[in-house]
Structure formats: C-alpha cells, structure tokens
C-alpha cells in the first residue's frame, strides 16, 4: 500500500496542480506566463506543482469569504435583456435618426418628381389637344 501512495501522491499532486492553474486568471499568475507555469507543471511532474503551489499563483484569502468561483461570475460579461440595454436603445434611436432623415429625402425627391410631372403636363397640355398627329403621317 505504501508503494501506491508513492505514485498516486505525485500523480495528484500534479493533476491537481495543472488544474489549479488552469483555472487562475492570466492576471494572478506570478514571475511566468500561465503558459509556461503549464509546461513546467506536466515537465517536472514533482518538483513542477510544488514550485507552482509556493510561487506560481498570488495567494490571498477571499474578500468578505468570496470563492473563486463568486470572482469568475462577477468578471464575467453580464448579458442585459435588449430593452434594458442603454447602447442598444441608442442605437436604435440612431438608425431611426437614420432612417427618418432618408424617408425625408425621398418624400422631398417624390414632391420635386411629381412637380416636374406636373410642370410637364400643363406645358404639354395646352398643346396636346391640337397636335396630337404625328408628323410624318401626310
């Protein structure tokens, strides 16, 4: 039984380890990147998590008994219904800006086509009625 826990202390140790680091913030990693305290973890399987346990990772006891788990909720991106999203409502308060200033222009370019219709048919109209042959009849 004492020859299994030689093997099976490490092996934990180190599983546990890798995990650990793992699941610690890029920013909490101590004098090496995440990456590399990784490699160093599964490279020496002993001597690795030990190292990784004392210095790799800024200790400290949670604030007002947080876990680890409360600070990855609390730093996770928060996910607003879109009617109580304040740049979602200002952004569709700028599309309709947009689109009101659109429907303005071509209501102005229909009124400025229909006048130009009209102008055409009261030139015309006066005219229409008594040369509405064409030309090249005989």
Not at 61 to 89: C, K
Request: charged share 30%; aromatic share 8%; glycine share 8%.
């Amino acid at each position: 039984m004492l020859r299994a826990l030689m093997y099976i202390l490490p092996i934990a140790l180190t599983i546990y380890a890798f995990i650990d680091c793992l699941n610690t913030p890029e920013d909490e990693a101590k004098h090496l990147p995440k990456v590399a305290w990784v490699f160093i973890i599964l490279l020496f399987w002993i001597v690795g998590p030990i190292v990784w346990l004392a210095a790799g990772k800024t200790r400290r006891a949670p604030a007002g008994g947080r876990t680890p788990s409360e600070w990855h909720r609390n730093h996770r991106t928060q996910w607003v219904a879109p009617d109580d999203n304040p740049e979602f409502l200002k952004s569709l308060s700028e599309e309709n800006k947009k689109d009101e200033a659109l429907l303005k222009d071509w209501e102005a370019d229909l009124r400025r086509r229909e006048e130009e219709l009209k102008r055409r048919e009261q030139g015309d109209g006066g005219g229409a009625g008594q040369g509405d042959e064409d030309p090249k009849q005989p």
